[in-house]
C-alpha cells in the first residue's frame, strides 16, 4: 500500500477543524481531516420525532459518558463539579451547540493589566477582528449593530424574535435602568447561503433539523471540501508522532474497523477541544518528549477553564415562548467589565433561556417537589408549562494551575486509548460571582413579574466549553504555543481549539475559537516559506 | 402489551400490571382538563417501550422488592392497593429509586401524547417541520439602552 502521506493533518473536525481547514485550503496543499465521528444527518436530529426530549437525553445528549456512542470517549469526571458537554463527530459541539455567538471584548484580553490577574493574551481584539468577520460571514450571524457594550461589529442578519419570553425580560432589565440588547446569535433568520431561515423549532441544543443553525458540518466544511480538503471519519487518532529532529511526523490512528493506521504529515494541527487536544498530546510520549509532546512547560492540560453557570429561572402569570423559539434570545452585559465593589474581579454575561419544554418542566418539578404527582399535579403543571423563562449567568472562569486534564490510568475508550481525567475546583472569585449573578438576575425577574423565582449554581451537566489546557504566550516557560499557534517546542505543530485561550472571558467560546483557527491560518500562510523557524 | 416487550425480557403480565397502576397515580386522568392519565393505553405503551430500550433489570428488582414490603404491610399487591394507599406506599422513602425512575419514564411518555400537548397549548406533532410562532416583540423597548454610551473598557 502506498504511504499514506499529507501535507498537512488536522486532528478533529469541530468548529476549530473546520475552520482552519477552510483557511488553509486555498493553499492547495494536500489537507487530510480525521475525525472520530460521523457526518449527522438532520433528518435524525430529535425535533424530527414526538420523542424528541426522550432522544436528547439519550443519543444527542450532551455528555460523551451517558450518550454512550462508540464515536465517544469516555472521561473521568469525578474530580470536578461540573461534567464535560461536548458532541464527537463532524461539527464537534457545534452540532449541539445553542449558538449564541458573543464575541470577546478587549478587555478580556488585557485581565492581567487591567484587573493584575492571570495573564494578557499575546494578541488583541484588534488582531482577531477581522478573522471575526471573516468567521461571521462564513456562519452567518444575526444580531442587532449598535450594542453599547462593544465596540462596533456587523451584524448578517436581523436579529432572533424578542418573543414573549425576551419582552417580559426586557422590561425587568429597562425597570432597572440595566443593559440588554438582543444576542448575536449562530443562527439564520433570513436564507443564508443555501441555509434555511429558523423556524423556532426550539431545541438548538439536539441539533438543528431546519439547518439555520450555523454547526461548522454545514458552514466550514462544505466549502473546505469543496477547495480539496478531505476529511476521513471514524478516525480516532492516538498519538501524534515525531521524527529523530523532534519534528511531527504525523499521527497513529484507529481507523473505523478498529484498525492501526499510520498517517505522515508535515504540519500536524490539533483541534481536538480543551480536553481531547491535552489528552492526545499528553499521550503523545517519547524518548525525546517522555511528558507528552510540546509540554516542555508542563503546562499541557493545565489551566482547564469552564464557564461556571449560575440559573435563575421565575414563574410568571403571563404566558411565555417556552420550549418554542431558539434558546438564544437576548443578553445583558450590565456586569460585563471589572468593578471591585461587587466582591471579585471580572464578570459575566446574563444570556435570556425563552423556556422549559414539557417533559423537563415535568421532571424537574416533580423530582424538586414543585410540581405534585398524583392528585394536584395538573392543575400545578400548568402554571408552570409555557409560564417559566429566566436566564443564566455565564461567568468567567480564571486560569488556574490545579485544575487540570491528566491521563486517568484505568480508563479507556473503545480503541484502548487512555481516557482524560479531569479535576477542577471552582475558585472563590467564582463562587462570589456565581452568587451576585443570582441576586441580580432575581432582582430582574422580580421586576419583570415574576412570582417565584428559582436558581442554583454551577450547572452540573454545564461543561460546555472548554478551555486554557495549552495556553498561548510569547515565554516557552509559561505556554505552550506561540501568538500565533505554533507549539514552542515542535516547530511544525499548531493548536486552534479552545486550548490556547489564555483567560475565558465571560462568554461563550466558540466565534473566538473560530476567529483564532482563521488567524493561525492566515499566519501560517504568510510565513508558509519559512514556517518553521 | 406482550407485543411491546422483547421476548427476553424480565417483566411478567403482573408487573406490567403494577407499572400501569404506578404510572397512573403519578399522572392520573383529569377531567377538568379532559385529559388521559398516564396509564392510558397508548401512553403506557410508550412507558413500556422506553423500559424495553433503558433496559428492565433494575426496574423489575425495584419493583419486586416494593411488591415483597406491599405483601408484608397490606397483604396484597401495590396494584390492589387504594389510590391512597398506593400513593403513601411509593412515597415511603425505601422505593424512591423506584420513583424516581418511574418519574422519568411517566413523564417523558405523558408529555409526548399529542392529546396532552394540544392540552397545554403546544402542536400535536413533532417540532420539524412546522416549527413555531414566536412573536417579534416591540423592539421600541430598546430605546432606553439604545441612548446609551458606549460602556466597554477601552485598552
Ligand atoms: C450543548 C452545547 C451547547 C453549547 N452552546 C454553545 C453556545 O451557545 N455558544 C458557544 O460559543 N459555544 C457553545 N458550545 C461550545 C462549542 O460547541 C465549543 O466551544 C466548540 O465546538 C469548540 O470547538 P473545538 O474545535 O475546540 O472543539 P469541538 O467542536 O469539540 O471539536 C473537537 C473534535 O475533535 C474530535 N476529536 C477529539 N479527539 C479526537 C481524536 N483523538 N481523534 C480524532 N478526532 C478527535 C471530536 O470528535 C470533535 O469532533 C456548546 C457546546 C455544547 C455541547
Known sequence: ?????????????GASGAAVAYGLAETRMHIVCLEQGDWMKQSEYPTNFMDWEARAAGPFGNSPNHRGRTTDYPINEDGSPIKVANFNGVGGGTIL?????????????????????????????DTLAPFYDESDRITGVSGLEGDPAYPPKPSLMPPLPLGRSGTLMANGFNAKGWHWWPSDSAIATEPYEGRDQCINLGACTTGCA?????????????????AGVELRTRCRVREVTVDDDGMASGAIYYDENGNEQTIKASVVIMACNGVGTPRILLNSTSSRFPNGLSNSSGLVGKNLMFHPYAHIFGVFPDEVDGPRGPHDCIWSQEFYETDTDRGFVRGFTFEGARGHAPVSIAVNGMLSGDVPWGAGHHEVYRQRANHICGMVAICEDLPEAHNTVTLDPHLKDPDGIPAPKLTYTLSDNSTRMLEFSIDRAREVLEAAGATSVQSGYPIVGGGWHLMGTARMGTDPDQSV???????????????????????????????TIQALALYVADTMKQRLANLFD | MNDTISSDSNVTESDLVALRAVAGTIIPASEQYQIPGADDEAIFRTIVSLVREQGDG?????????????????????QKLSPTDRTSELKDSSNARFLYRMIHLTANAYYQDGRVLASIDLKEEPPFPGGHEVPQGDWSLLDPVRKREPFYTKV
Not at chain 1, 500500500?1 to 473536525?13: K, P
Not at chain 1, 451547540?97 to 481584539?125: C, E, M, N, Q
Open chain 1, 210 to 226: 431546519q439547518g439555520a443553525k450555523a454547526s461548522t458540518d454545514i458552514t466550514f466544511w462544505p466549502h473546505a471540501m469543496r
Open chain 1, 1 to 13: 500500500m502506498a504511504e499514506d502521506s499529507v501535507d498537512v493533518l488536522i486532528i478533529g473536525a
Open chain 1, 97 to 125: 451547540y445553542a449558538g449564541h455567538f458573543p464575541r470577546f471584548h478587549p478587555s478580556d484580553f488585557r485581565v492581567k493589566t487591567l484587573d493584575g490577574v492571570a495573564d494578557d493574551w499575546p494578541i488583541d481584539y
Open chain 2, 58 to 78: 433494575t426496574l423489575k428488582t425495584q419493583l419486586a422488592e416494593l411488591q415483597s414490603r406491599c405483601q408484608e404491610r397490606h397483604g396484597c399487591s401495590l
Open chain 1, 481 to 511: 504555543v506561540n501568538e500565533w499557534g505554533r507549539s514552542h517546542d515542535v516547530k511544525n505543530l499548531f493548536i486552534v481549539d479552545g486550548s490556547v485561550f489564555v483567560t475565558s472571558a465571560g462568554v461563550n467560546p466558540t466565534r
